[in-house]
Nanobody, 126 residues
Framework: QVRLVESGGGSVQVGGSLRLSCAAS????????MAWFRRAPGKEREGVAG???????RYADSVKGRFTISRDKSNDILYLQMNTLKPEDTAMYYC????????????????????WGQGTQVNVSS
């Protein structure tokens, strides 16, 4: 059974940094893509960043230059380094996994992902 467990959320002030982690387990498939999504209260789920198995990445325009997605494939851990945080980054952040390299050709489309973590909350205060 595939399991995704996020950690690293918390409360920070504007301009601060956080690093989210997502530990993946329970699958045996080499070509997978992973992504971070977020949902703020009253808003739609939004794709934040994604990474294919070859390391190719995509970012939402709102986080480009501030967030960095990376992946430790040997340990099946996905990271999201978030710098220069803003109040509008406040949301529940979810890790997602899909089989195949889907990020570059299809973008941050949540419908492509069938496996999700439980989420980790990020609060940015001014």
């Amino acid at each position: 059974q595939v399991r995704l467990v996020e950690s690293g959320g918390g409360s920070v002030q504007v301009g601060g940094s956080l690093r989210l982690s997502c530990a993946a387990s329970g699958y045996n498939y080499k070509t997978t893509c992973m992504a971070w999504f977020r949902r703020a209260p009253g808003k739609e789920r939004e794709g934040v960043a994604g990474i294919d198995s070859d390391g190719s990445t995509r970012y939402a325009d709102s986080v480009k230059g501030r967030f960095t997605i990376s992946r430790d494939k040997s340990n099946d851990i996905l990271y999201l380094q978030m710098n220069t945080l803003k109040p509008e980054d406040t949301a529940m952040y979810y890790c997602a996994l899909a089989f195949g390299d889907l990020i570059v050709p299809y973008g941050l489309n949540p419908d492509l992902f069938g496996l999700w973590g439980q989420g980790t909350q990020v609060n940015v205060s001014s």
